[in-house]
């Protein structure tokens, strides 16, 4: 069960692909829910827009997997010509020559009978760094994988002409290691499609031990990614559009509204659902949602957004009881097609 994820997932030579749908149609049009998808994932900035276009064009249809492996290949093909960054790191070994610091402990105990090396720690400028290691790291991974024809010959091309860089364990304190500066904000597209590739490879599945790549978005949060970026369009001096605004709750817990409006000083709650209702029905914990972002945020008013699938009008603001008519709630749904593409 997929419950609320969509993206994509391949084993060996399967490859599922799950596409959201805010339709009734018991066929829906898949191409049609792929491009819905896809462009979600550009305009929410998780796929390089200028890439989108001309990756779509190369790429054997309904596969979003292929989509991104083609996004990371062609960047670090852009790395390679123009030069993989070198960095100092201090390295441990046993020299015919002193070089660097002499460690006197481990001389004497490892060259007891070798007087003519030295055990030192130098300094050396070279490409195993951290970066190129997690780049080389996503290759071999795409190496292992069951790509397009096209693909797999460019991925070997590039195992191929990368210098030598250790194979090391990655893990997310890893990637949260990496600062980028003026030098190194070139790797940041290939590096963000490294991690999803790293983190989210599984060479031991327990049902098997088949090689595994899950690419997986919680539409839920894609979905209020979606709306905030188009009502961020629309800020002007009499409105603001912030997100994931937190206030203090409880014993160090904290509420997180989706979007918080300020429209000529009055603050409106926006709470989005990835859920189809087929009628103004929304459920109790979504309501009780709703009156405790308007009493911590001192809002009037919270707006359910749902994604608009039965012809079903938008609930005007109705107050809740014993509120003093200080505090009400929404619900509105949202077109997610318009004219046959994305709204």
């Not at 070089?99 to 055990?119: A, S, V, W």
């Not at 659902?273 to 972002?293: G, I, S, T």
């Amino acid at each position: 069960k997929f419950s609320n994820y969509v993206g994509a997932i391949q084993c060996r030579d399967l490859t599922i692909e799950i596409l959201p749908k805010a339709d009734k149609k018991e066929n829906p049009d898949k191409n049609l829910w792929q491009s819905v998808l896809l462009k979600m994932l550009r305009d929410c900035r998780l796929l390089k827009i200028e890439t989108l276009a001309n990756a779509q064009l190369k790429l054997r249809p309904n596969s979003i997997l292929d989509l991104y492996f083609e996004i990371f290949i062609t960047e670090v093909e852009k790395l390679l010509s123009r030069g993989l960054i070198k960095s100092y790191r201090r390295k441990e070994e046993n020299l015919p020559v002193l070089k660097g610091r002499l460690l006197l402990p481990k001389h004497i105990r490892k060259n007891q009978f070798h007087q003519e090396k030295f055990y030192v720690n130098h300094e050396i400028y070279d490409h195993n760094h951290l970066l190129n290691q997690i780049i080389f790291k996503a290759l071999n991974i795409l190496n292992q994988t069951n790509l397009e024809p096209n693909l797999a010959f460019r991925v070997q091309k590039l195992i191929a002409r990368f210098p030598k860089i250790d194979q090391i364990e990655l893990f997310e304190s890893d990637f949260q290691k990496i600062t980028f500066h003026r030098q190194t904000i070139r790797y940041q597209t290939a590096l963000d499609i490294a991690r999803m590739l790293i983190l989210r490879f599984s060479p031991d599945i327990r049902g098997g031990n088949q090689n595994l790549i899950a690419l997986l978005f919680d539409m839920n949060l894609l979905f209020e990614e979606y709306i905030f970026r188009q009502l961020k369009k629309c800020q002007n001096e009499d409105l603001t559009v912030k997100r994931q605004t937190q206030k203090p709750f409880w014993n160090r817990r904290y509420l997180r509204p989706d979007i918080v409006l300020n429209y000529k000083g009055k603050n409106i709650i926006l709470d989005t659902k990835w859920k189809v209702l087929k009628k103004v029905n929304p459920n109790m914990e979504d309501l009780r949602q709703a009156f405790v972002y308007n009493q911590f945020f001192d809002s009037e008013k919270c707006v359910l957004v749902y994604p608009k699938v039965f012809e079903i009008a938008d609930l005007e603001a109705v107050p809740f009881e014993n509120s003093d008519g200080k505090s009400f709630c929404q619900v509105c749904f949202s077109e997610i097609l318009k004219d046959g593409k994305l709204n």
